[in-house]
């Protein structure tokens, strides 16, 4: 398993999926919470947020914080 500044252990396949950045784009994070992007993209828009993870905005675009993802994963979030 890969470690993500020595804090939080990321499972493989998101370390592979990741590959050192520090955000996925939004087909990436639903792919690696076996969720169709749609169903991202709405959560995000009644709530602002996906399974308590708030992205952040880039031009038209939503990038996901690795390291929340990693703790969603491991069970470390609701």
């Known amino acids: 398993m890969a470690t993500f500044r020595?804090?939080?252990?990321?499972?493989?396949?998101?370390?592979?999926?990741?590959?050192?950045?520090?955000?996925?784009?939004?087909?990436?994070?639903?792919?690696?919470t076996n969720r169709a992007t749609q169903t991202v993209r709405k959560n995000?828009?009644?709530?602002?947020?996906?399974?308590?993870?708030?992205?952040i905005k880039v031009g038209n675009h939503l990038l996901w914080p690795v390291v929340e993802i990693s703790a969603l994963l491991n069970g470390e979030q609701q």
């Open 6 to 32: 020595n804090t939080t252990t990321l499972p493989p396949a998101l370390a592979a999926i990741a590959s050192g950045r520090d955000h996925l784009t939004t087909a990436e994070f639903a792919n690696a």
């Open 44 to 55: 995000y828009c009644l709530t602002g947020a996906c399974f308590g993870i708030r992205p």
